[in-house]
């Protein structure tokens, strides 16, 4: 019935209607071209060309849909993995700064065990410098000393020279010899 009325109204909203003379005429090409047209509506719809585009069109819909559904399954997909990469980011971020961290703790030990190297160097060098000062000191003793003795002798010897004569001299050296040769026997 839906076939018929659309027959029906194309005819009457025909331009064909407004040609003067016969309207059902061979002549009138108004009346061919609505002919003409009526039997080109006729094949299309007894070819079934509107099912044929509506199961294209429904085939084109599916397919969409087809796509849509894969874009949102990729679309998860995505999310699960930016998920994934933002988990691991902040787990590296975290691994990072807890290196960063041991770092930051060993410079300080070894900031600790170098100011305690420098300390016992130090200590060390300033035992050596003391232990030098105490040797030049005891050297210095030492020289001043010797340097005493050979003055002292050397003064004995003049003040002995001057006050002792030949005999006492003579006498001095057996007793020496004497008190020598009693020690060794």
């Not at 070894?110 to 030098?132: F, N």
């Not at 002798?153 to 004497?178: C, F, Y």
Request: no cysteine; proline share 2%; net charge negative.
């Amino acid at each position: 019935m839906l076939r018929l009325t659309v027959v029906l109204i194309t005819l009457l909203a025909s331009p064909a209607f407004s040609a003067s003379g016969p309207f059902i005429s061979l002549r009138n090409t108004n009346f061919v071209v609505m002919i003409a047209f009526a039997i080109f509506i006729g094949i299309i719809l007894y070819l079934g060309v509107p099912k044929m585009l509506g199961g294209l069109l429904d085939k084109r819909a599916a397919a969409i849909k087809a796509e849509l559904d894969e874009a949102k399954s990729l679309r998860e997909d995505a999310k699960a993995l930016l998920a994934s990469y933002e988990k691991k980011q902040t787990e590296v971020q975290a691994q990072a700064d807890r290196i960063l961290e041991a770092a930051k703790a060993e410079a300080a030990a070894a900031a600790e065990q170098a100011k305690a190297d420098i300390v016992s160097s130090v200590a060390r060098r300033l035992a050596a410098a003391e232990d030098q000062i105490a040797s030049a000191e005891a050297s210095a003793v030492k020289e001043v000393r010797d340097q005493a003795i050979v003055v002292a002798i050397g003064a004995a010897r003049d003040i002995i020279s001057r006050q002792m004569t030949e005999a006492e001299s003579n006498s001095l050296i057996d007793a020496s010899i004497d008190d020598v040769g009693s020690k060794f026997h």
